[in-house]
């Protein structure tokens, strides 16, 4: 499989779930973010991460838990999530931090918080 | 402080006609700027981007967009719609093409009519 895939591609869960969403990119790529887009709001840009360390935390509340074990993956740990964090969460990876228009984009997942 | 408004949520056009999507921005900067297209399940993906070059940028698949400093707009262009255009646009801006500190647009949904 090539470039960036998301898993689950949906998923729904109650505000006292726990959860995870995986990213995985196929490009050689060293930096990694995670985008919120919610219905008719712009995207936010939620972390970034570069050579497996975390370079850029946008406010993003403590009940999003990100995780970069290596290059390869990110993953966004969910937990005690509010109906407003229903969303499509977008993965992006980028050869190195730099142009935004460098960054391929994954299909992204498809959350629902009930 | 940078802004970008992206005049019409949604735009219907018949096929063979031509598609004019509007974008303002507002930048304290020379920004750099960027129109991503997001088909239904799919990551976003970049049509094309100014980066302070040629004031007329064209993309892939036949877009095209010009930059207009004294209107402040960076509107999107295509002189004849396909069925395939159909899908969200998103205009982009940032302070000198770097992921931080980027703007996104809150979309236009394009529908092409047969």
């Known amino acids: 499989e090539t470039g960036v895939t998301q898993t689950p591609r949906h998923l729904v869960m109650g505000m006292t779930n726990k959860k995870s969403l995986k990213c995985e990119q196929h490009?050689?790529?060293?930096?990694m973010y995670w985008y919120k887009q919610s219905a008719k709001k712009p995207l936010e840009l939620m972390f970034v991460?570069?050579?497996?360390?975390?370079?850029e935390n946008n406010s993003v509340p403590s009940r999003f838990s990100p995780e970069c074990p290596n290059s390869s993956h990110l993953f966004l740990h969910l937990h005690t999530l509010q109906p407003e964090d229903s969303a499509l969460y977008l993965c992006?990876?980028?050869?190195?931090?730099?142009?935004?228009?460098?960054?391929?984009f994954g299909p992204g997942t498809r959350l629902t918080v009930l | 402080a940078q802004s970008v408004t992206q005049l019409d949520s949604h735009v219907s056009v018949s096929e063979g006609t031509p598609v004019l999507l509007r974008c303002n921005y507002s930048?304290?900067?020379?920004?750099?700027l960027f129109w991503y297209v997001q088909h239904p399940n799919k990551g976003l993906q970049l049509l094309l981007k100014?980066?302070?070059?040629?004031?007329l940028v064209k993309g892939i698949n036949g877009f095209e967009a010009e930059f207009k400093k004294s209107e402040t707009s960076f509107h999107l262009t295509k002189p004849s719609a396909h069925m395939s255009d159909a899908a969200e646009y998103f205009c982009?801006?940032?302070?000198?093409?770097?992921?931080?500190?980027?703007?996104f647009g809150t979309g236009t949904k394009l529908q092409v009519i047969p």
């Open positions: 490009l050689g790529h060293n930096a």
């Open positions: 982009v801006v940032t302070p000198s093409g770097g992921y931080q500190k980027v703007t």
């Open positions: 100014y980066t302070s070059a040629a004031t």
């Open positions: 991460y570069n050579f497996k360390e975390q370079t």
């Open positions: 992006a990876s980028s050869q190195d931090l730099g142009e935004v228009a460098t960054q391929y």
């Open positions: 930048s304290s900067y020379s920004p750099s």
